[in-house]
């Protein structure tokens, strides 16, 4: 079964850096994922797409500061110079064959 | 720009049924998957379905089989989604959300535009 682990909060100091987990299932660690940022009153928002070597493609207007990267069956969301707008959750996602798959999502919060 | 923009706010009973539209501009509906995704109060995204546009054929979560319609009009650029038999734990956000690679190019399932949401209150 396709599924997609996230820890639950992370947090980091204004103007650090803050990387995000992402894990697939057993038997899934070649997949490509997404991230997504949802912020508190607004809509779901696409950061990137994150391959299993590393490779990533941003969304419209994502700015340097987010960048994405690849460990096994990992995938990972780095913010570096974190801002005080970043305080958000943030989900992971993928998809098989006629389905698509959310991980549980992960609280930022900024300090 | 793609813009994706959703009806407003509902109140329904439960039993009843709620639908919600997601109207598409920026590009052609029916060259992109649309997809709708669910947020329960507290709760994370949900994948509920997906519909193509451009021949109506729809793919929906186990879950929400029994209950869930997506529909399109192309005319209009809308996609709809209607769940009936609401009950209390339907209460939530729904968001409509357009899949990045054109059907055509049958490539990868990220979704790369979302709507702003419309938020669903099943109480009696």
């Known amino acids: 079964q396709l599924v997609l682990t996230q820890s639950p909060s992370a947090s980091a100091s204004l103007g650090a850096s803050v990387k995000l987990a992402c894990t697939l299932s057993n038997g899934h660690s070649r997949y490509a994922i997404a991230w997504h940022q949802l912020q508190p009153e607004k809509g779901p928002r696409f950061l990137m797409k994150v391959n299993s070597d590393g490779s990533h493609t941003k969304g419209d207007g994502i700015p340097d500061r987010f960048s994405g990267s690849s460990s096994g069956a990992e995938r990972y969301l780095t913010i570096s110079s974190l801002q005080s707008e970043d305080e958000a959750d943030y989900y992971c996602q993928t998809w098989d064959s006629g389905i698509r798959v959310f991980g549980g999502g992960t609280k930022l919060t900024v300090l | 720009q793609v813009q994706l923009v959703q009806s407003g706010a509902e109140v329904k009973k439960p039993g009843a049924s709620v639908k919600v539209s997601c109207k598409a501009s920026?590009?052609?509906?029916?060259?992109?998957?649309m997809h709708w995704v669910r947020q329960a109060p507290g709760q994370g995204l949900e994948w509920m379905g997906m519909?193509?546009?451009?021949?109506?054929?729809?793919s929906y979560a186990q879950k929400f089989q029994d209950r869930v319609t997506m529909t399109r009009d192309t005319s209009t650029s809308t996609v709809y989604m209607e769940l009936s038999s609401l009950r209390s734990e339907d209460t939530a956000v729904f968001y409509c959300?357009?899949?990045?690679?054109?059907?055509?190019?049958?490539?990868?399932?990220?979704?790369?535009?979302w709507g702003q949401g419309t938020l669903v209150t099943v109480s009696s």
């Open positions: 519909i193509n546009p451009s021949g109506g054929s729809t």
């Open positions: 959300a357009r899949e990045r690679d054109p059907i055509a190019v049958a490539g990868s399932g990220e979704f790369d535009y």
């Open positions: 920026g590009y052609t509906l029916s060259s992109y998957y």
